[in-house]
């Protein structure tokens, strides 16, 4: 591994490479920063480019592309309540509040510092365990994801703080969003209204752009502009040793949660995002505390999505089967350049692999370096007025949203979220919960359903694997806990 | 409402209108011999990275150095390319809309494309691709083994193939039937996951092409037990194949590009050799080797392959009615 990995810094110091690397970087991040334009597109845009290149500079350009976006869709996340990538979608939640509080500058330092981690221990994971985690990721199938999104839907109970019943609503109706489209399991046209745009479902950053972005443009525009904007100032501060002791409980869980399901073939970084906001909030003293604007709010999604990200790199080098979206276009371009992806590309390709590995550990570290000039340019955009910041986002979301799939209906639909997302939080609505059910339900209803037709309609599948056993009890704990601790309160309260 | 919300609601709703208004493509009157002048737009219903996917960009890139042209690529998903076909049909026959496809004669003939070979022109077909039925190597030895135990307990096997209703699903049932076997249909969202059950032990066989298994072939992780072919495939000359076993089971993903019908005729000649030159570069003669698609001609000039795909339709027409009256 050493010899690798020297062959890896080797390769990566070639001055042409350094350029692509930060040729790359800044297309990704500035990429992942806007609204819409998501790592995937990115890669797709530039593989025909990658063409022209020699296989290590291709790679290099494609995978620091991928890495890098995943990282700045934070910052319009936490600056102005738009994700700039699915990825970040959990990072709004208490991003956007800080921001409004006067703390935009602490919020993104602890996005910069969290992110970067969460990429660079999921790095060294990625280069030390790989096979392990390979072989780890197979034993998942479909009742185990199940199992998964099941785990992950019972935190409703903790994300909604007092308002169970609304966030149970919030979960029903992103479920029911979910299901929206062509059955994926019989082909079998549900609420599509014979719309053949329907066929394909709601797309989930239309949703997304419009109950957060939108709405917030559209709550912004009632109040009274006349009156002179706050100027917030914003000066990073990326390390705060304060800052680091509230956080790292979280983070180190996050890390680990994200890796454990970034490896997983069949979900990616934006269900790890939701799925580590949630579990913090389920193990945090102060539960209702999230959603308000607190570091845990950030570090948990950030470090996260980013530990993911590289963790999804793990299926496909080690056995050429991608992880998500943009691990996918990778994969093809692999073919297209004459690579073999597949178990034996680590030992085949050698030097490709460690030169991918030790750029993405480049690319997280340079990235805090080079963040810092772009917070400065995106902070002078908040020095803007409202009254012209604020059609600017919407132009922003509607581009955006139509280049994700070259939908106007998208862009309709997104308008309409943007409603019902202002008329949401006016109810002191569980946003949070509505995007968890958008997010976690297809993987829960698609996989039950393979799963029981793996077993030809037993539901004993799902207790007799172990893996799926544990999460479906973890998750029936989950439940009653709760109801546990109520039911005592109750009692003392009544003694 | 005070003054300044007025003006940003109106930048709004103005923005709005621009946006929407861009998005619809512009008319123009095309001049056969400097075609192409604009950019040339391909719909794809199938995701980026899949081999449809991979089959569009890779022609296009080489017909774009060809004729210099600028194709532009639009994935959208779902309904196996019904979507795709459905907006690429709102659009004018110019010349600048193509379809790049696998499934047409399936969705087709199964209802859900509702735009038939009347409403479409082939260009050409590019690839034919040679299914298989893969297992992982320590599960069975032979395709025997396989149906033997198939037949001693059935309904306890899992066959995945990709996709819902699409020639996956349909060929795989086709196999059941043929080989007079019981098995669950699994559908899988993507060959990834797939490959992942089926090295995982979660499923038992497989419908795939060895193009994209290839390395896990020759690593001896999976092993095809027979080819839907009907000569034996040069390299994988012990495996038998379906026609040998008696089964009637020939048919392959095809990969194709088409045009709206009402798309000059003069356009769909300099598209259609255009692709046929791309296909004899070198470039794609080692890209179709490397992924296993040259074990089959997959070239199939516009009009001879309109008729294969008529006559395809009326074929599974059938083939669905049969499956479906079970």
């Not at chain 2, 969705?107 to 034919?128: C, K, L």
């Not at chain 2, 692709?275 to 890209?287: D, K």
Request: charged share 15%; with cysteine.
């Amino acid at each position: 591994m050493i010899e690798g990995i020297l062959l890896g810094l080797e390769n990566l110091f070639e001055p042409f490479h350094l350029i692509i690397l930060l040729a790359a970087m800044l297309i990704g991040f500035l990429g992942g920063a806007l609204p819409g334009v998501s790592g995937t597109m990115l890669v797709i845009i530039l593989l025909p480019i990658s063409y022209g290149l020699d296989t290590i500079s291709a790679f290099i350009l494609l995978t620091t592309i991928y890495a890098a976006s995943v990282f700045s869709g934070m910052i319009s996340a936490i600056l102005f309540r738009t994700p700039g990538a699915p990825e970040a979608v959990a990072t709004v939640l208490d991003g956007y509040p800080m921001t409004q509080q006067g703390k935009a500058g602490q919020a993104l330092g602890i996005a910069i510092f969290s992110s970067a981690t969460g990429g660079i221990v999921g790095v060294l994971f990625l280069m030390t365990l790989t096979p392990l985690l390979a072989s780890f990721a197979l034993q998942f199938s479909s009742p185990e994801y199940f199992a998964l999104a099941v785990l992950g839907l019972t935190v409703v109970v903790s994300l909604s703080g007092g308002a169970l019943i609304k966030g149970f609503i919030g979960v029903g109706l992103g479920l029911f969003i979910a299901t929206i489209g062509m059955d994926p399991l019989t082909g079998a046209q549900r609420f599509t209204f014979d719309s053949v745009n329907l066929l394909s479902g709601i797309d989930f950053i239309p949703v997304l752009i419009g109950l957060f972005a939108i709405s917030e443009v559209l709550r912004k525009s009632k109040e009274d502009q006349s009156i002179k904007q706050q100027m917030q100032k914003i000066s990073t501060k990326i390390f705060d040793l304060k800052i680091f002791r509230q956080i790292k409980n979280t983070m180190f869980r996050s890390i680990l949660l994200g890796i454990s399901v970034g490896i997983l073939p069949g979900v990616g970084a934006t269900t790890a995002a939701m799925l580590s906001y949630s579990e913090a909030t389920r193990w945090s003293k102060n539960p209702e505390k999230f959603g308000t604007g607190i570091p845990e709010g950030i570090a948990a999604p950030e470090s996260a999505n980013n530990a993911a990200a590289m963790g999804a790199m793990v299926p496909l080098l080690s056995l050429g089967i991608p992880g998500s979206a943009t691990t996918a276009v990778i994969l093809g371009a692999f073919i297209l350049h004459g690579l073999q992806p597949g178990p034996m590309l680590i030992s085949n390709s050698p030097d490709l692999v460690y030169t991918i590995f030790i750029s993405l550990l480049f690319v997280n570290i340079l990235i805090i370096i080079f963040s810092k000039p772009f917070i400065n340019l995106f902070s002078k955009i908040m020095k803007l007025p409202y009254t012209a910041l604020g059609p600017v986002i919407v132009i922003f979301c509607i581009i955006g949203t139509y280049a994700v799939r070259n939908s106007v209906l998208d862009i309709w639909i997104m308008l309409l979220f943007g409603l019902i997302g202002y008329y949401l939080d006016r109810l002191k609505f569980p946003i949070a919960a509505i995007i968890l059910g958008i997010v976690l339900g297809p993987i829960a209803e698609v996989e039950f359903r393979r799963a029981l037709q793996m077993s030809s309609g037993d539901l004993s599948i799902f207790m007799t694997r172990p893996i799926s056993a544990v999460l479906l009890s973890l998750a029936l704990i989950a439940l009653i806990i709760p109801l546990i601790n109520k039911w005592r309160a109750y009692k003392s309260s009544q003694a | 409402m005070s003054k300044s919300t007025k003006i940003m609601l109106s930048t709004i709703l103005l923005g709005m209108i621009l946006v929407l208004g861009a998005c619809n493509g512009e008319d123009s009157q095309a001049d056969y011999e400097d075609y192409p002048e604009q950019q040339i737009d391909v719909y794809v219903g199938h995701g980026p990275g899949g081999g449809t996917d991979t089959f569009v960009r890779t022609v296009a890139n080489l017909i774009a150095d060809d004729i210099d042209a600028d194709f532009n690529v639009i994935n959208q998903e779902g309904g196996s390319g019904v979507v795709a076909m459905q907006n690429a049909m709102q659009q004018p026959a110019d010349g600048y809309t193509l379809i790049g496809d696998s499934a047409f004669a399936v969705t087709t003939a199964a209802g859900t494309n509702e735009h038939g070979i009347d409403e479409v022109t082939p260009i050409a077909r590019v690839q034919s691709d040679t299914y298989a039925i893969q297992v992982r190597s320590d599960r069975f030895e032979d395709i025997d083994e396989l149906i033997a135990y198939a037949e001693e307990n059935p309904g306890e096997l899992n066959m995945g193939a990709v996709g819902t209703m699409g020639i996956d699903e349909i060929t795989a049932r086709r196999f059941m039937n043929e080989a007079g076997v019981d098995m669950n249909y699994i559908p899988m969202e993507g060959a990834g996951q797939m490959h992942s059950d089926i090295l995982g032990g979660h499923i038992d066989l497989m419908l795939e092409e060895v193009g994209p298994t290839i390395s896990y072939i020759e690593e001896e992780e999976f092993k095809p037990l027979v080819f839907f072919a009907e000569d034996r495939i040069e390299d994988f000359d012990d495996v038998p194949t379906t026609v040998e076993k008696g089964w009637d089971l020939t048919d392959g993903v095809e990969r194709y590009f088409l045009a709206p019908a009402d798309t000059p005729q003069e356009i769909i000649d300099i598209l259609e050799d255009a692709t046929q030159r791309a296909m004899e570069t070198e470039e794609y003669q080692e890209y179709e080797e490397n992924s296993y698609l040259h074990l089959r001609d997959g070239w199939m000039g516009s009009e001879e392959f309109e008729e294969k795909l008529e006559q395809d339709i009326e074929n599974y027409e059938e083939i669905i009615s049969e499956i479906e009256g079970e």
